[in-house]
């Protein structure tokens, strides 16, 4: 039988030997935890606590009225040291940050209670309790999942995909939480697909990790209207658009359109996971699973982190350096964000810290285009990167709209392959930044 | 650690270990078995060519970037393939001046003029053919010779046309070579084992070489005949000629050719049609060359024509 | 000093063939030898003074609205004198140049500089505008003449004689025909280009 997949796609080299075979252990205590009050693409929330608080494990700390936005929960008990801007690692700037240092007894808040059973729960209490309980995508884009769980009315779902490709070269979190917490996974998957509601779901993975999708299908037996799907392991596998085109062959319309147009709602392993943890035991998202790797990382490993817990202190823990690092990112070193600091916090949506060796910390400089159409043809949405990357360097960027620069994924396949080592993506990133703003201008203006 | 800087830049940090040099250097290992046999075909003269031509592509290319102080990038193995195509697509017997103006032509007009490396809009190796054909007729279309016995003959395609006449050898002769031709392109068998190796390692798409050949092969085989449709001489209009060199060597020319993948196949296509229709009815007995550089041409207009439909995007029909 | 302004604008600043790139079929199409571009000059210089010095005479008396077939009217007299002299007194040359000495009626120079500046100056500017011009298409097609005999037969011929006594070289028969025409032009177009701009350039660095 044919693997089932979609078009495009490169197949980097995985480097998740480093730590496919690392049990999750969690990390050392933080001493101090800096937990940003804008930790996604919504609204940034308002701080509830002040300079001098004392706070505890799993209260609220943080919160907006928006309707894109998610709380943040403190990860440690102690004492608010500071409500100032800090270094943000998603966003590259200073950004409003709690700032709490740890007295080190983990005092759990008395809002942390364990719900009651799914079964007595209907579709909007839960979407309350997720909301409340600020779950994001744990993937690495950090989207509110209380927002994705709630689709208008005029947009019938009719199912759920639970992701666990983890096509990033390099990063094993979901890897080893599937393996080791298979049914937890599926017990808040189950719950999630309550809230939405819909009855059938897929549980999509990678095929390079078998021992999850055995784990997986474990799990999921006897459970009626839910399926393992192993998927060929091609970047970007784990897009949204690209899985769903893979198991369920539709396609999602360009934007503005959404999984929810297709009859779609796509989640994260680890955020079912996290939901599990909710409703197990009350306590909201406050940690999550990091994978600390890279080869000058002494001891690479998978680690349960409090959120707001610095990469230092985590690289410390694996070991430090073994070399000069070159470069530092966090998420996988395709999509992944280069960090000028280690004195960042892990965020919602930090999936890997990843460093890298001085010598592959360059790129090397461009040598011109040959026109190969490599870009093209390893696409995943089928665009047309060599035109479009021209246009944007010459600053065209209507040319560049013209393309479709605007649908692009900014998955980074056509920089990986391209063999003069264009800024392909790059450039086209900036395209599709000009293009948006110009659009919303334009939408203003009428 | 405090003051060591981190390299901070756009995803993706990971890059592809292919690089322009080593694709160019596929190419030349691709094109080394025909060179060998068109040693052996020829003797010293065919390596005398090549590497007349060769070395004075190279230094056309790093004088060129010389004198425009640009940096010079002869190693990149550019300039050296079409030195190689241009010494393929000689007579054997061509006075060695000729390739040398060829090889100047092709790098400095052809490719530099127009902005170097990826701006040419023709293959340089053919344009620098056409320009030499029309510039020195006589040297350029005699000299054919039999390889071994070097005595002047009648390429086969000359013969198919009935404009000279010759035996026609037969398809093991056509195979391993044994026919009058330009130097590169008389064996077979060793350009479609650099042909192989090049689709093999995904070099190249298999959509030109694959269209053009096909089509000829169609076309021929229709309407090459002397007794009414589908009686023509298939096998040795596939295998004379420059059609293996060309399509597999430079029709895919990556600067020269579409980048969509159904542009690749309208490339083939059309490349393959204008072949027959020189050969079949038109003033030369050989067209490949002229079918490659008109489709280089409209090469812009077929990537225009043949965008592929953006992920998501349902073709609009008509309401 | 007005009048030498006037007359060297074409030769050089505003050369018709290398600078504003105009009437070029004839300069594509002619060139093919040294005399031939000679000839074809001598004409154009004729007929672009002649008619640049009765357009400016008459300037104030052809209505605007009517101006471009009264420009052709009067040019087309110049030509026709042209052909039927040369038709006279160089039947040889005139068999070569052909349909371009009657094709001179539509020269885009000629036009333009009616147009451009013979409709609107007195009659010496005009007069000396036409000859810098007229002078300025000669060189160009004598150059690029000379370029393409040279190369395209090895030889040149100068007033019916040849210089060298054969082909200093196998003659590059491209050269001679419509291809080696845009070629060479290309490659004195981009050499030009390349020695303006960097006289420019060399001038805004000081």
Not at chain 1, 147 to 155: A, D, E, L, M, N
Not at chain 3, 170 to 175: D, G, L, N, Q, S
Request: contains cysteine.
């Amino acid at each position: 039988m044919r693997r089932k997949t979609f078009g495009g796609g490169v197949h980097p080299p995985h480097h998740k030997k480093l730590t496919e075979e690392q049990a999750i252990r969690d990390a050392r205590e933080p001493k101090l935890v800096v937990i940003p009050l804008s930790q996604h693409l919504g609204a940034p929330g308002n701080p509830l606590v002040q300079k001098g608080d004392q706070v505890a494990v799993g209260q609220k700390i943080g919160d907006t009225d928006a309707y894109v936005a998610a709380p943040v929960h403190a990860s440690v008990s102690g004492k608010v040291v500071a409500v100032e801007p800090r270094m943000h690692p998603a966003l590259g700037r200073p950004e409003l940050a709690i700032v709490i240092e740890s007295d080190g007894e983990g005092r759990v808040h008395e809002s942390v209670q364990p719900k009651p059973s799914v079964d007595d729960l209907d579709a909007d209490t839960i979407r309350s309790l997720i909301r409340e309980a600020g779950l994001a995508g744990l993937g690495g884009a950090a989207f509110p999942t209380a927002v994705k769980v709630s689709p208008p009315r005029s947009k019938p779902i009719d199912t759920f995909v639970l992701n666990g490709a983890e096509c990033e070269p390099f990063l094993t979190a979901d890897h080893r939480l599937m393996v080791e917490e298979a049914p937890d996974i599926v017990f808040g998957m189950k719950a999630l697909m309550k809230a939405i509601p819909v009855s059938r779901g897929f549980i999509c993975i990678e095929d390079n990790k078998p021992d999850a999708v055995r784990a997986m299908k474990e799990a999921v037996r006897g459970e009626p209207g839910l399926e393992v799907v192993a998927l060929e392991t091609r970047y970007p596998q784990g897009s949204e658009k690209q899985m769903i085109k893979s198991v369920l062959g539709r396609e999602v319309p360009p934007p503005p359109g959404l999984p929810l147009d297709v009859g779609v709602v796509v989640n994260n392993v680890g955020t079912a996971h996290a939901l599990a943890t909710v409703l197990k035991t009350g306590m909201p998202l406050v940690d999550r699973v990091v994978t600390v790797t890279g080869p000058v990382i002494t001891a690479p490993a998978n680690l349960r982190v409090k959120l707001g817990t610095l990469f230092s202190d985590l690289i410390e823990q694996c070991g430090g350096y073994s070399a000069l690092p070159g470069k530092l990112i966090m998420g996988g070193p395709m999509m992944g964000v280069a960090q000028h600091t280690a004195e960042v916090p892990v965020i919602k949506g930090t999936s890997g810290i990843l460093a890298l060796a001085e010598n592959q910390a360059w790129d090397g400089d461009p040598t011109p285009c040959i026109k190969c159409a490599r870009c093209v043809d390893v696409c995943p949405m089928q665009l047309v990167p060599v035109f479009m990357s021209a246009y944007a360097e010459r600053g065209q960027w209507d040319m560049a709209d013209r393309y479709n620069a605007a649908d692009c994924l900014e998955c980074g396949c056509c920089s990986y392959i391209c063999p003069a080592k264009r800024p392909l993506v790059q450039t086209i990133r900036l395209a599709k930044h000009e293009i948006l703003a110009a659009r919303r201008q334009r939408a203003q203006a009428r | 650690m405090a003051d060591h800087k981190l390299v901070v830049s756009s995803s993706p940090h990971l890059r592809t270990k292919e690089t322009t040099p080593r694709l160019m250097g596929a190419v030349l290992l691709a094109l080394l078995p025909a060179a060998l046999a068109s040693i052996v075909l020829f003797g010293p003269r065919a390596l005398a060519v090549m590497a007349v031509t060769l070395a004075s592509a190279l230094v056309a290319e790093g004088l060129y970037m010389k004198i425009v102080r640009k940096p010079v990038t002869i190693a990149d193995g550019s300039a050296a393939i079409t030195g190689l195509l241009l010494a393929f697509n000689m007579p054997p017997m061509v006075p060695l001046w000729v390739p040398v103006i060829g090889s100047f032509f092709a790098i400095i007009v052809v490719k530099q003029l127009f902005g170097g490396l990826g701006q040419n809009f023709m293959n340089p190796a053919l344009a620098a053919r056409a320009f030499l054909l029309a510039a020195w007729p006589m040297s350029m279309t005699t000299g054919w010779v039999v390889p071994f016995d070097g005595v002047t003959s009648a390429t086969p395609l000359q013969v198919l046309r009935g404009m000279a006449s010759a035996r026609l050898p037969e398809t093991w002769e056509l195979l391993v070579g044994m026919r009058a031709g330009a130097l590169g392109e008389t064996s077979a068998v060793a350009l479609l084992l650099g042909g192989f190796y090049l689709l093999w390692k995904g070099v190249i798409d298999w959509r030109i070489p694959g269209c053009f050949i096909g089509t000829v092969a169609l076309v021929t085989w229709a309407f090459g005949g002397s007794g009414g449709l589908f009686t023509g001489n298939v096998l040795a209009h596939t295998l004379t000629g420059g059609l293996l060199l060309g399509a597999f060597f430079m029709a895919t020319d990556y600067v020269t050719s579409p980048v969509t993948r159904r542009g690749r196949v309208v490339m083939g296509i059309g490349c393959g049609l204008i072949t027959a229709l020189i050969r079949l009815w038109g003033g030369f007995p050989e067209g490949v060359s002229y079918s490659i550089l008109l489709m280089n041409v409209a090469t812009p207009l077929i990537d225009r024509a043949t965008l592929p439909r953006v992920f998501g995007q349902r073709r609009v029909k008509a309401a | 000093m007005n009048l030498w302004k006037d007359f060297s604008n074409g030769l050089v600043r505003e050369n018709p063939v290398f600078r504003l790139v105009l009437g070029l079929c004839p300069v594509l199409a002619v060139t093919t030898a040294l005399m031939n571009g000679f000839w074809m000059g001598v004409a154009v210089i004729f007929v672009l003074t002649c008619s640049n010095v009765i357009i400016s005479v008459l300037r104030n008396f052809i209505p605007a609205h009517i101006r471009i077939p009264c420009f052709i009217v009067v040019i087309a007299t110049f030509v026709t004198i042209v052909q039927m002299t040369m038709n006279a007194y160089l039947p040889e040359m005139y068999d070569i140049l052909g349909i371009f000495v009657p094709l001179i009626v539509v020269n885009c120079i000629i036009l333009a500089r009616a147009e451009a500046f013979a409709s609107k100056n007195r009659v010496l500017n005009a007069a000396a505008d036409g000859i810098g011009m007229g002078i300025g298409f000669t060189v160009a097609l004598m150059i690029l003449g000379a370029i393409r005999e040279f190369l395209g037969t090895g030889n040149l011929v100068l007033n019916g004689t040849a210089l060298f006594g054969g082909p200093l070289f196998e003659p590059a028969v491209i050269m001679i025909m419509p291809p080696g025409a845009f070629i060479t032009m290309g490659l004195v177009l981009g050499l030009l280009n390349a020695i303006s701009n960097r006289s420019k350039a060399r001038a805004k660095a000081r």
